[in-house]
């Protein structure tokens, strides 16, 4: 059967919820990413609102943001989830918060973070989610660096939830199944493919485009056999 894609951002909200309870159920550990890779998002609305949904189905749990400011301005704006938002130093300075059994959602998480994610993460005792987070710095470039952060901390942490626009379609993986690819055709997104792992940009562009994959592979045919001709 073919994957569907959100009709909107509150749609796609509502399918993370039922991702995560569905991943979340009866694992008391466990590292999960949640994205809405939209250009231009502004994330604590959304996961203000994904938290409260949460909350409201008794999951116990605690938001944390990058910084001071963007705790308080969650505590402004969410006055009913005040008690429960926190930024990520609170969490690292007391490793008592990490005993006192509760989902923890961390909210836009970037490269600069890292450290202190890690940190937090390898003290806390019950599942975490990290919300439209950007953990891997491209800046460390290849080095020996990437490598062991890619095979150590960046390797415990599975997608729950990824929604990313493209060029020409969309991806989406949901409770940590197939990714899905659509194309954008003038009518509508249309389900094209689905990989059992992301697929690259390459796999991408062939099944968005088979035409011009097709000319690959003739193009591709064609160098052989002069190869072979010269050989």
């Known amino acids: 059967m073919s994957a569907v894609l959100p009709a909107d951002l509150l749609e796609a909200e509502q399918r993370t919820i039922s991702a995560l309870e569905s991943v979340l159920g009866g694992i008391r550990r466990g590292r999960w990413m949640v ?30 943001f990058p910084d001071a400011g963007a705790a308080a301005l969650a505590k402004r704006d969410a006055p009913d ?16 918060w990490a005993n006192r059994g509760e989902l923890l959602l961390l909210i836009g998480a970037q490269p ?8 937090i993460c ?9 919300v439209n ?11 020996s660096v990437a490598r062991s952060r890619r095979r150590g901390f960046l390797a415990t942490w599975s997608s729950a939830f990824h929604l990313e626009p493209l060029a020409q379609g969309a991806l989406l993986l949901e409770r940590q199944k197939e990714w899905e690819l ?34 690959r592979q003739t193009l591709g045919a064609v160098d052989r056999l002069i190869d072979d001709l010269r050989g």
């Open 81 to 96: 989830l005040a008690n429960c938002c926190v930024d990520f130093m609170q969490l690292q300075r007391d490793p008592a």
């Open 35 to 64: 994205t809405w890779r939209f250009e231009g998002l502004r994330v604590m609305g959304p996961a203000l609102r994904m938290a409260r949904t949460l909350k409201e189905r008794s999951w116990p749990l605690l938001v944390a």
């Open 182 to 215: 659509f194309r954008c055709d003038p009518d509508g997104y249309r389900w094209i493919q689905r990989f059992e792992q992301r697929p690259d940009p390459e796999q991408i562009d062939a099944a968005v485009s088979p035409s011009a994959d097709g000319l």
């Open 122 to 130: 390898n003290l806390w005792k019950e599942p975490v989610v990290l």
């Open 112 to 119: 600069s973070d890292y450290e202190t994610v890690e940190a």
């Open 133 to 143: 987070g950007r953990l891997e710095d491209a800046g460390v470039g290849i080095g």
